[in-house]
């Protein structure tokens, strides 16, 4: 992955930069991320429904650091609601 951020994208990804990519269902979040020490790779799944994805105009899409909270947690980050919530654990 960071090999694609060096490649496709033409940007450093050991800058301290979060690179986000989204899994082709949309139900998966992968964030790459070095913090001067080391490389790390979040990853995220949602059990219903899919993340809400800007539309990128040259491949990359800056986003606050609120939208992506929001985008994180499954809310729509243009209309902030949540879009599903379990009920019960296990």
């Not at 800007?54 to 986003?63: C, K, S, T």
């Amino acid at each position: 992955m960071a090999l694609q951020v060096q490649e496709a994208l033409g940007r450093d990804p050991h800058a301290g930069d979060l690179y986000v990519f989204r899994g082709k269902r949309g139900d998966l979040l992968k964030i790459l991320w070095h913090d001067g020490l080391g490389m790390s790779l979040y990853a995220k799944r949602l059990e219903r429904g899919r993340f809400l994805w800007p539309a990128p105009a040259d491949g990359a899409v800056a986003i606050s650091s609120a939208q992506l909270a929001y985008m994180l947690d499954g809310i729509d980050w243009r209309n902030p609601q949540h879009t599903y919530r379990p009920q019960v654990a296990g």
